[in-house]
Structures are given as C-alpha cells and as structure tokens.
C-alpha cells in the first residue's frame, strides 16, 4: 500500500471511530479536504517560486486534497499564488521560498537564556529578529499545533523534504521534528502524516 492509499484508508476509518469529532482538531477539519491541485498547478508554482515540492507532499496535494484534514488543527491550504505565509503571525511577509532554510541542527536565540523571565520582557527590537519569517525561508508552514507553534515541511536548503516543529511562539526554538520511539533524526511529511494517523488507530 503506497502512502496516498494509506492515507485513504486511515482517514475513511478515523472517520468512522470519530463521528462525533472528539480528537482534537477533528472539528476543525472534520476528517475532510479541501479540494486538490493539478500537476500543471504545481509546476507553475514551483517555477514561480523557484522551488521543488517533495514528492510526498506533492503527491498529497494533487492526490488527496490540498489542505484539510491532519494533525492537531488540519493541513494548512497552499496558495498556489501567493504563496506560503508565517500564518502565525498574518502580519509578517510572505515566506521566500527561493531562499534555502537557514538551519541543520537545532536553534534558539542565546539571549533567552539571559532574561529574568519572572521580572522583565524582551524590548521589540529582540522580538522582530526572533519572530522575522527570514528565519523559515525556504519552508512551508503546514499545520498549527496551537498557542502560535506550527509545524513546517522544509522546501529549499540541505533539509528538504523534512519536517520541523518551529516553537517560537512559546520561545522554545526551531528544531528538527522527530517521531516519539523512533531513533530516526528527521522525518518526511509522509511519515509525520502517517504516524498521526497510526496513533489515533
């Protein structure tokens, strides 16, 4: 069984297990897509952007649905025109995917560590750095965990096709994500999709 057929499968079960919409972020997404691209779609996007989709997501989006149902809050749609945006904060520039992103191992701001978090704040000048979308260039902001933290698949750069847990939005970093038990350092969209799938089953 190859990935979009697990997928089928896994979600027509989900469905059944959860008509009520218990899990958490079923009743946002509700175990259903959004409409699908074409490849001609993704062609253009990825020359207008000067990008390569992984073939996974790639096969996700034209196969199965271009956004919907997914970990935590759903699978964040791609605009095919616009682009990716840093959708944790809307106010932020559109993501240049052009650019590779900028790391291989984990990353926080040293000046955390330096702060009496119990009695003082980071001033705006830290905070429009720490928050600047330059820091996932070249990543597609899939999914909302919530609180502001999101989950990005990496598009350009040494780590594509690979998933990253950007924490920012609670100071904890950007960093490689990883699945629970397993020894692997980095893991694909397709595994990220499938073992959220797999642990709801």
């Known amino acids: 069984m190859d990935f ?28 259903r897509f959004n409409n699908k691209v074409t490849e001609t779609e993704v062609i253009k996007f990825e020359e207008k952007f000067k990008v390569k989709l992984p073939d996974d997501y790639k096969a996700f989006i034209t196969r199965i649905g271009n956004g919907g149902a997914g970990p935590y809050y759903g699978i964040k749609q791609l605009d095919i025109i616009e682009g990716p945006k840093d959708f944790k904060l809307s106010s932020k ?24 978090w119990d009695n003082e704040r980071p001033g705006e000048d830290l905070l429009e750095k720490y928050f600047d979308t330059s820091l996932i260039s070249g990543t597609i902001p899939l999914c909302h965990y919530g609180h502001g933290i999101t989950y990005l698949l990496v598009v350009n750069g040494p780590e594509h096709g690979h998933m990253w847990y950007d924490g920012r ?5 950007i960093q490689p994500e990883t699945i629970d038990g397993s020894d692997k350092e980095r893991i694909t969209f397709s595994e990220w999709y499938l073992n959220w799938l797999t642990s709801l089953l």
């Open 4 to 31: 979009i057929q697990e997928v089928e499968s896994k979600i027509s079960l989900l469905r059944e297990k959860d008509p009520e919409l218990k899990i958490f972020g079923a009743w946002e997404h509700k175990y």
């Open 93 to 116: 520039p559109s993501i240049d995917l052009a650019k590779a992103f900028p790391f291989t191992d984990s990353w926080d701001a040293e000046w955390l560590d330096t702060f009496d």
């Open 169 to 173: 939005a609670d100071y904890s970093g």
